[in-house]
Nanobody, 125 residues
Framework: VQLQACGGGWVQAGGSLRLSCAAS????????MGWFRQAPGKEREFVAA????????YSAHSVKGRFTISRDNANNMVYLQMNSLKPEDTAVYYC???????????????????WGPGTQVTVSS
């Protein structure tokens, strides 16, 4: 599975962005997907995850109620809708994929086998 995220950019605090992640490969619909982010000088952290069907999602506490993950298996796409953005959301955002033995959502980076190159999100105060 190859991944390519886009949709990042610069936005003022309180604004919105929608990240997209395009996946190649026939196995996408069986993959659990996740979004992670890494700010300068910090470790990569979990943002949101979704299971293969889109029926289960999980978000980090810091983004709950503001960010929404979704997927479109017909078009091999995963999305991260980000609303009410804060300066502390500034980071490089990565989408990731895994082909798990069990259906579910995964929030540890070690669970993911495939990573995209990331897209920069900058939120100004």
């Amino acid at each position: 599975v190859q991944l390519q995220a886009c949709g990042g950019g610069w936005v003022q605090a309180g604004g919105s962005l929608r990240l997209s992640c395009a996946a190649s490969g026939r196995t996408f619909s069986s993959c659990a997907m996740g979004w992670f982010r890494q700010a300068p000088g910090k470790e990569r952290e979990f943002v949101a995850a979704i299971n293969w069907s889109g029926g289960s999602t999980y978000s980090a506490h810091s983004v709950k109620g503001r960010f929404t993950i979704s997927r479109d298996n017909a078009n091999n796409m995963v999305y991260l809708q980000m609303n009410s953005l804060k300066p502390e959301d500034t980071a490089v955002y990565y989408c990731a994929a895994t082909q798990p033995f069990q259906s579910g959502v995964y929030y540890y980076s070690r669970d993911y086998s495939y990573w995209g190159p990331g897209t920069q999100v900058t939120v100004s105060s």
